[in-house]
């Protein structure tokens, strides 16, 4: 594994490495991608291999430019072309009717196909260099956090990748919002960086699958209930709530050890009054209450806790508007059950 920055000569680089069907991780606006040419069946094995990943779980395809769309999709009906130009590049993945070229290990046999244009623009440059669509999934080992830092990648995965190209912080920090637009209303299949708001905006109402109300056979492997977890247990409650849950937690201080707490706000660190000395650490996801912020912290913050090997993580939900949908959805699959 390499760790490169994002010059121009090492852009090229990485392109041409994916290219000839080698493994790089990018970073996007949402979490860095494991990336591979979509079109070279061994090299997208390997992806499932670095990330020990079922084989069913289908990944997502990215391309840097709108005239790209129809190397891998069929052409898009009017609600995904609305979408497509008014949303992309964005963290929006558009589930379309696949082009039967492209091969079964990228969409696990499905029909479809799940479609991105990144907004990065070391994500872009990299799939333009590459000159070919890249399938790239998160940069993570299967059903474990996302990664939000080359730092990340380079602990998780680094033995099992070519390059990693360190762009910084994502600044999104949450994956992308999946909309599948095969069936009318088109359905949230995973709530992310795209608000349901925006897209709601433009095409009207979209059906929205509820954190926690996955079909026992999730269409979507991104719907399965334990994803995104850190090692620690982690304990869920509702936004606001960890100050009356004292008793609880002080508990489970005695019982676990050495605690966590992750909260939204500031105003949620002072309703915690006393009760914050049960807790060993205290993040918070954004001091002024923005989700956006939230969002952007949360994965380094769950790595972070992860790392220093508290015993247990308490967290509150966010407030369920904006990002603070993707940020539930994320905390519950990362919660213990
Ligand atoms: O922000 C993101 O989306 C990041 C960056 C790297 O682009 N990628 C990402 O990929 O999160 P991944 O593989 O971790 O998540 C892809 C999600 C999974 O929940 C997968 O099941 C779903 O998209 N998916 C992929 N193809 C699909 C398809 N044809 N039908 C339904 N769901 C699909
Ligand atoms: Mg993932």
Redesign the pocket.
């Given at each position: 594994m390499e760790l490169i920055s994002p010059s121009e000569a090492n852009l090229r680089r990485a392109g041409a490495c994916i290219a000839s069907g080698g493994l790089v991780a990018l970073p996007?606006e949402?979490?860095?991608?494991?990336g591979a040419n979509a079109f070279d069946a061994r090299a997208v094995a390997r992806i499932f291999e670095a990330k020990a990943r079922p084989s069913f779980?289908?990944?997502?395809v990215?391309i840097a430019a709108l005239g790209d769309v129809e190397r891998v999709a069929l052409p898009p009906g009017p609600t995904a072309r609305i979408l497509m130009e008014r949303l992309w590049p964005g963290?929006l993945?558009l589930?379309l009717p696949?082009r039967p070229d492209l091969p079964d290990l990228v969409?696990?046999g499905?029909p479809?196909?799940?479609l991105?244009l990144?907004l990065h623009p070391v994500a872009r440059a990299i799939i333009s260099y590459s000159g070919t669509a890249v399938a790239?999934?998160?940069?993570n080992p299967f059903g474990y956090l996302?990664p939000t830092r080359a730092e990340h990648v380079a602990r998780m995965l680094g033995e099992k990748v070519d390059l990693i190209v360190d762009g910084g912080p994502c600044p999104i920090g949450?994956?992308?919002t999946?909309l599948?637009v095969t069936v009318d209303p088109p359905v949230v299949?995973?709530p992310?960086?795209m608000e349901i708001e925006a897209i709601e905006a433009l095409i009207g109402r979209v059906a929205v699958g509820g954190v926690g109300s996955a079909p026992p056979v999730?269409?979507?492997?991104?719907?399965l209930n334990s994803h995104y977890a850190p090692r620690t247990p982690l304990f869920l409650v509702s936004a606001g709530k960890l100050a009356e849950r004292a008793d609880a937690v002080r508990s489970e201080a005695a019982e676990r050890g050495r605690l966590a707490a992750l909260l939204f706000d500031d105003a949620s660190r002072g309703r915690l009054g006393a009760a914050a000395s049960n807790f060993a650490e205290i993040r918070i996801l954004s001091p002024r209450g923005d989700s956006l912020e939230a969002a952007a912290n949360l994965f380094s913050h769950l790595h972070e806790l992860d790392e220093l090997g508290v015993d247990a993580i308490w967290a509150e939900r966010a407030p369920e508007r904006g990002l603070g949908r993707a940020i539930n959805d994320r905390l519950y699959k990362a919660s213990t059950k």
């Open positions: 996007t949402t979490v860095y991608g494991l779980d289908p990944l997502i990215h963290p993945t589930i696949r969409t696990s499905l479809t196909v799940a991105r990144p790239a999934p998160s940069a996302s949450v994956e992308s999946v599948d299949l995973r992310g960086g999730p269409k979507s492997p991104g719907q």
